[in-house]
């Protein structure tokens, strides 16, 4: 039998704090599959939940995972994620021995930066999650941790994660060789939705009147993620098809006030709605099927989970092509693909879907099959399995 592994994953934040997008959804589904195939995996974070309020912190059990939990110095510089946990380097190198290897879930991180002098004694990984390019926010920062801290951190891992083929070139940007860049993409449990959902009562719930034409778009509200691309996109789809309704579902992650200001200059108020963020899973899916096409415009997107979630439920998916998943997605047949900041291109997808009602059925079981959780887990056991051994 082969013996247990025991990982540590640093992270600045943990469950519940789903508010957080993509970065801590993958890192949960990781470590709660490894806890569940007898592995010992502890998680040291901060107390980071939403953008008004905190976890506990200190020691807790979350679902069998022991988590520590450390205290931001302020919760808003958090939520515009400059995380710094007073205390964070407590024990930090008890706990790193205590481990076979360690997982550092982002990259530019104060975490990391206070980690940095125990991971000699210990193999790590490094996940950036899209987070590699300098370009998208604070260049300035970037380029000035990365002097002092990034590159070497790369340059010392033992392995470095890519989600996609995108991400191993934004590695080569750095000067890392293709011998220690693993690409594995983020999964998704592949049977979380199946039950029976009730797209009817959500649509009742935010004043969508039945039988009317629905685009939805679920995520943060950040001007990454190309919320004013989609609004002057579906103002041409109303041109087209004056009933449609567009449901933007996501936190305000600093854009909500520019997507209300677009709203009102495009006169499109009566046609929008905004839900602000929904976390269970019985809304979610309800969400995904009430919509007749699922959009994700976004400007940068290293993978993408949502739109996986979308054909999971079965509902016709279109992204741009700076997703990272673009390529896979459209030479599989399973999603539309449309230049970002092409309106017109995006315009017509939206308007072909809505009136085709194109069906996403072979989509979900190709996701079903691709990006199922449990295989991706057996993979990332023998990633660290040859980081321990090769240390």
């Not at 691309?229 to 449609?244: H, K, M, N, Q």
């Not at 995904?288 to 940068?300: E, G, I, K, T």
Request: net charge negative; proline share 6%; hydrophobic share 45%.
């Amino acid at each position: 039998m082969t013996d247990p592994l025991r990982v540590l994953h640093i992270i600045p934040y943990y469950s519940p704090a789903f508010a957080y997008g993509g970065t801590i959804r993958a890192a949960y589904e990781l470590i709660r599959r490894l806890h569940e195939r007898g592995h010992q995996v502890t998680v040291l974070t901060t107390d980071a939940l939403d953008a008004s309020s905190r976890a506990e912190a200190g020691n807790h059990l979350v679902e069998g995972v022991q988590v520590i939990r450390r205290r931001n110095l302020s919760n808003r510089l958090a939520w515009d994620r400059l995380f710094v946990p007073l205390g964070f380097w407590r024990g930090l190198g008890d706990l790193v021995r205590a481990h076979d290897v360690v997982h550092l879930h982002e990259f530019r991180s104060l975490l990391n930066v206070m980690a940095q002098p125990h991971l000699s004694q210990k193999p790590y990984i490094v996940t950036p999650q899209g987070g590699l390019p300098r370009s998208l926010r604070r260049g300035g920062y970037k380029t000035v941790f990365d002097a002092l801290f990034g590159q070497r951190l790369l340059d010392q891992a033992a392995r470095l994660h890519a989600l996609t083929e995108m991400e191993r070139e934004q590695y080569h940007e750095f000067d890392q060789g293709d011998d220690r860049i693993v690409v594995l993409p983020n999964g998704i449990d592949v049977n979380e939705y199946d039950f029976t959902a009730d797209p009817a009562g959500f649509k009742q719930a935010y004043g969508v009147p039945p039988n009317r034409p629905v685009v939805g778009f679920l995520a943060r509200l950040s001007p990454i993620k190309g919320p004013d691309f989609l609004l002057d996109a579906f103002a041409r789809v109303l041109e087209a098809i004056p009933e449609a309704v567009l449901i933007m579902i996501g936190p305000d992650d600093g854009a909500q006030a520019d997507i209300e200001a677009q709203i009102a200059r495009l006169g499109i108020g009566k046609s929008v709605v905004l839900t602000g963020y929904i976390g269970g899973i019985e809304e979610k899916a309800a969400a995904y099927q009430a919509v007749d096409v699922y959009v994700l415009p976004s400007r940068y997107e290293i993978q993408g989970i949502t739109p996986l979630e979308a054909l999971l439920n079965r509902t016709p998916t279109i992204v741009t092509d700076r997703c990272g998943l673009a390529h896979h997605l459209q030479t599989h047949g399973a999603a539309t693909v449309v230049p970002f900041g092409d309106v017109e291109a995006f315009a017509a997808a939206i308007v072909r879907a809505l009136r085709e009602q194109p069906s996403a059925q072979a989509a979900c079981a190709h996701v079903r099959e691709t990006f199922n959780w449990e295989a991706l887990v057996d993979r990332w056991e023998v990633v660290y399995r040859t980081c321990i051994e090769e240390a």
